[in-house]
């Protein structure tokens, strides 16, 4: 019973996680048409540094909290668990409130340091830059104590608190951010600036809107997890060092993982602007907006849909894996790690190809067809096989951390940042606006290449035949890639005349070269042996 409770939990979790990401993903689209890539450009500059305030407060605490809470739980002492929860929500409001003050005060410098394209971009953008800093940074008060509080829960191997506040912040957020921003621009005849402005202040109203879906559980259950605490049968009486300790060990790896893409973009936002208007004085202001919101917005959104639907497969496997390696089963460890890096695989490579190919029309599609289209489709088109490397990374690090190898994914974070911060300024003056994505594609692959050593001699997996799978699935996105092409060559051409012109060549690419990809897999068996047992009527199919 217990079992089927926690894989009826991991899956609602899981559900709730992809609705979240999904809307945050989509709600760019809607954005970008109402305030264009001034507002993005100015969005997504406060967002950088959020993200890397939020991760340094909350240091990880939801899955660490609920590991540490799972622990104690399950060897009949609760209070320990309940003493975690006291003290931890004092110190994630003190952090929260660090977080915010931290990111408030230094605006400026922030501001200052990414915009360090001379004084004609600073006079222009940089209170812009500095406001929308500030406002996002209220969220920051509330959403570290709000973390600790998911992460008790689901140390009680209760997700659903998680899980519908997750959804409930995301769907505030969004709707404030679509609706104030209509209201900015169409009704009131406002600036992308106010809009902007308007939008990061809905990372606070979600986190708000989260938090009372917390509070109404919190006030259901407490009389039941009190229960559960004054019956302990155990009490480890750990002081709370050592309880803290226990539980950083917990998070940093998780901590790793998060915030491995924010600090990539964090290096952009601090080099590209100087570099690109210093050494390509044929980008004017117009177009290094343009590039900067496509890179941190816009084309990066899309980059991560194919990234969060693969590792969200193969994810699903570590918990297995963990238990498999504690158990000291080695081939069932070995199943289970190719099984996650067919899922990345199988699912990503023809995703990222795709997108790569059809970078103007599914920018075109979904943004804008007119003045920034070259400049977004471009670089869409050189981002989207990234997304091979993001996912392989989050997956590879997630494994070290199931065979307790947590301290190698630190390792080849700092190694791969190290490298792209001295390849950046370089890639930029070499490559122009490809510069930062060539230098994030060298970080990772060095990052991914120290997580798979590390893995092999863990565990002595051989990486044989996952070599042979990526090979076929190679040969089979090559065939897609050339079915797409030809696709495109018939109506016209990779560059959209229209938006529906875009609309119609970018649905009958897809259906058409996913049809293909698809039918190759599933008569060469490669469908049944990567999805069969997750699709079963894939098994009868085949039958």
């Known amino acids: 019973m217990a079992g089927s409770q926690l894989i009826r939990g991991t899956l609602i979790l899981s559900v709730a996680i992809f609705v979240s990401k999904f809307l945050g993903l989509l709600f760019v689209i809607p954005f970008n048409a109402l305030v264009g890539p001034t507002g993005v450009f100015l969005y997504s500059f406060a967002f950088t540094p959020y993200q890397i305030i ?10 660490a909290v ?17 003493k975690l929860f006291k003290s931890g929500l004092v110190v994630m409001t003190i952090t929260g409130l660090l977080g915010f003050l931290i990111l408030f005060i230094f605006a400026p410098a922030i501001a200052s340091l990414s915009l360090s394209g001379g004084e004609d971009m600073r006079g222009n953008n940089f209170s812009d830059v500095v406001l929308v800093i500030r406002v996002v940074s209220m969220a920051l008060a509330i959403v570290p104590a709000m973390s600790l509080i998911r992460g008790y829960f689901q140390g009680f191997q209760s997700m659903g608190p998680t899980a519908l506040s997750q959804v409930v912040e995301q769907i505030a957020r969004v709707a404030f951010i679509l609706i104030g921003s209509f209201a900015v621009i169409k009704v009131f005849d406002g600036t992308p600036t106010t809009a902007a402005a308007l939008a990061t202040f809905g990372a606070f109203v979600g986190a708000v809107a989260g938090f009372y879906v917390l509070g109404r559980y919190w006030i259901k259950r407490k009389r039941h997890l009190d229960e559960m605490v004054a019956g302990s049968t155990v009490h480890h009486d750990i002081s709370l060092p050592k309880m803290y300790r ?7 790896p998780f901590v790793a993982v998060g915030i491995a893409i924010p600090l990539y973009q964090a290096v952009d936002q601090s ?15 117009k177009d290094i907006v343009n590039i900067t919101a496509s890179l941190f917005m816009n084309d990066q959104k899309l980059v991560m849909i194919p990234v969060s639907l693969a590792t969200a497969l193969a994810l699903s496997v570590v918990p297995s894996l963990t238990a498999s390696f504690s158990e000291g089963n080695k081939a069932d460890l070995h199943r289970k790690i190719t099984q996650a890096l067919q899922f990345v695989l199988f699912l990503t490579i023809p995703a990222a190809a795709g997108l790569s190919i059809l970078g103007y029309m599914v920018f075109g599609m979904l943004y804008n067809v007119d003045t920034d289209l070259m400049i ?10 990234t997304a091979l490397l993001f996912a392989l990374f989050s997956v590879t690090a997630s494994i070290l951390q199931g065979i307790d190898r947590q301290k190698v994914t630190i390792l080849s974070l700092l190694v791969g940042l190290l490298l792209k911060l001295i390849l950046n300024p370089i890639t930029i003056i070499l490559f122009d606006m490809k510069g930062p994505i060539i230098a994030t594609d060298i970080g990772f692959i060095v990052s991914i290449a120290i997580n798979l050593i590390a893995m092999k001699k863990q565990t002595g997996y051989r990486f044989g035949f996952i070599a042979k799978r990526f090979l076929l699935i190679l040969i089979f996105t090559a065939v897609m890639l050339i079915v797409v092409k030809l696709v495109l060559m018939i109506s016209g051409g990779s560059i959209p005349k229209s938006i529906w012109h875009a609309i119609i060549v970018s649905i009958l690419s897809v259906v058409v070269g996913g049809g293909v990809y698809g039918f190759l897999s599933l008569r060469s068996g490669l469908l049944k042996q990567v999805l069969g047992k997750r699709i079963p009527f894939l098994n009868r199919f085949m039958k």
Do not use: M
Request: hydrophobic share 40%; proline share 3%.
């Open 54 to 63: 939020l991760s340094i407060s909350t240091l990880g605490i939801p899955l």
């Open 376 to 385: 977004g489709g471009h670089i869409l088109r050189w981002y989207a096989p």
């Open 66 to 82: 609920s590991k540490f809470v799972s622990k104690y739980n399950a060897l009949g002492d609760y209070q320990t668990g309940r």
């Open 246 to 252: 226990e539980l950083i060990a917990y998070a940093i």
């Open 271 to 285: 080099t590209l602007i100087y570099f690109l208007s210093t050494f390509h004085e044929e980008f004017s202001k």
